[in-house]
């Protein structure tokens, strides 16, 4: 499993952005898949995760209501759709993947991240 989130860029507060998580090594279909975000100066920060079904969305209070994950697994694919954006969303976002862990820091891959600025 080799992860690379893409997607990030400069938006207005109130504005939409969607993030996509690739997956360039063998298909990670039965993998949890979570994304985290990190501020500058703060911690990692979970963000989002879901099955590798598809099912039972999971969401950090900060986000819900306003983020949705969701994945193609024909595609080998992840996506995080960010709506309503507020500058305290400004991070790196970065997409992990295992075969057991639905989030944390320990999960066994991760990708290099994509930059979100949200302008007030």
């Known amino acids: 499993v080799q992860l690379q989130a893409s997607g990030g860029g400069l938006v207005q507060a109130g504005g939409s952005l969607r993030l996509s998580c690739a997956n360039s090594?063998?298909?990670?279909?039965?993998?949890?898949m979570a994304w985290f975000r990190q501020a500058p100066g703060k911690e990692r920060e979970f963000v989002a995760t879901i099955k590798w079904s598809g099912a039972s969305p999971s969401y950090s209070d900060s986000v819900k209501g306003r983020f949705t994950i969701s994945r193609d697994n024909a595609q080998n694919k992840g996506y995080l759709q960010m709506n309503f954006v507020k500058p305290e969303d400004t991070a790196v976002y970065l997409c992990a993947a295992d075969p057991f862990r639905a989030y944390g820091p320990d999960m066994r891959y991760w990708g290099k991240g994509t930059l979100v600025t949200v302008s007030s």
């Open positions: 090594g063998p298909r990670f279909g039965e993998y949890y």
